[in-house]
């Protein structure tokens, strides 16, 4: 099936003891089914909160997002969120940290198992079944929460900085194997990143996103073939003029 995800005029405030806060501002998007969309933009402009709203994990304040036609009232397992700090439950081992939403479900559990073990072979971690959080890299951790989220089947893949919190070289591998798996899986993907580096070498378009309230000012395909080289003339020059954009938002916090 082919999900389309539509954001229409949404806005999203925040009370504090300042007074109200406008952290997004008619924010008008359309995700193409099966699209890899990165979301840049300054600190603090909104963009975790924009994946939260999507995610169903708080509310708009108004404007609404539309899911396969159908709005988005809260949680659901069609969008899967995958956070920066893993989110792992560290008294349970791999195998039981990807059953867990599997079980919650109410999914035999010879069932959950079969899922979990097609998942972790998928992100690379056969043979680790049985290890806990705490004997894993972060590199690893991170693959566990991506083989939880995808165990799930969710139609849309929340991605918050997932690669933030690891080195440049694991970050390499990661980025290499998450669009081995999008390609696989077909999902669609929405990967919020402060990397232009990183946007640019996963995603079919790069959303812009403004100074707080954040607002989507500038949405750019990213025509280059895949697989893409880093370095290539083609990438420079996609970078140079989204470092430009962003460059021009970040004049506005000065």
Known sequence: MNHKLELRN????FNSEEGEIKALEDINLNVKPNEFLCIIGPSGCGKTTLLRLIAGLDLPSSGEII?????????????GMVFQEFSLFPWRTVIK??????????INENEQYRIANEYIELVGLKGFENC????LSGGMKQRVAIARALAMDPSILLMDEPFGSVDAQTRNVLQEELLGIWKRTKKTVLFV??????AVYLADRVAVMSTRPGRIVE?????????????????????????????SEYQKIR
Not at 10 to 13: E, N, P, S
Not at 67 to 79: I, N
Not at 193 to 198: A, L, M
């Open 67 to 79: 899911l396969d036609g159908k709005e988005v009232k809260g949680p659901s397992p069609d969008r």
């Open 132 to 135: 806990y959080p705490y004997e």
């Open 193 to 198: 990143t402060h990397s232009v580096d990183e």
């Open 10 to 13: 949404v806005i999203k405030t």
């Open 219 to 247: 949405c750019m395909d990213i025509d280059i073939a895949r697989p893409r080289k880093r370095t290539s003339v083609e990438a420079n020059e996609i970078r140079e003029m989204l470092l430009m954009r962003l460059g």
């Open 97 to 106: 940290n990807v059953t867990l939403g599997l079980k919650i479900r109410g």
